[in-house]
């Protein structure tokens, strides 16, 4: 079974960095961890994904040069570094995995993974 803890979340200024962590358990080399993130009100969006083992990478296009996904397998541990933020990146950041998948998939629907992390806020001021 998989288990994720976020960490790293915070109050930044507008165009500052963080770097978020997902530390997780029970993935395979196989596997694909997502960032997801969402506002109040507003719906869960897709940010990142990454094979646990691998060099794929996937991006929302509103992040795309802004953020970076990546990953130390020694510390099974994800990371989504976020650069330039803008306050709309205002909202609460999840990890979310998968186990290696059968057939295709978007790596972009909350509906593709199946284990959630509790979220971690992140908060961007003009």
């Known amino acids: 079974q998989v288990q994720l803890v976020e960490s790293g979340g915070g109050l930044v200024q507008a165009g500052g960095s963080l770097r978020l962590s997902c530390a997780a358990s029970?993935?395979?080399?196989?596997?694909?961890v997502g960032w997801f993130r969402q506002a109040p009100g507003l719906e869960r969006d897709f940010v990142a994904a990454?094979?646990?083992?691998?060099?794929?990478?996937y991006y929302a296009d509103s992040v795309k040069g802004r953020f970076t996904i990546s990953r130390d397998n020694a510390k099974n541990t994800v990371y989504l570094q976020m650069n330039s933020l803008k306050p709309e990146d205002t909202a609460v950041y999840y990890c979310?995995?998968?186990?290696?998948?059968?057939?295709?998939?978007?790596?972009?629907?909350?509906?593709?993974?199946?284990?959630w992390g509790q979220g971690t806020q992140v908060t961007v001021s003009s």
């Open positions: 979310a995995a998968r186990h290696a998948p059968t057939g295709l998939m978007t790596f972009q629907s909350s509906a593709e993974y199946a284990y």
């Open positions: 990454i094979r646990w083992s691998g060099g794929s990478t």
């Open positions: 029970g993935l395979t080399f196989s596997s694909y």
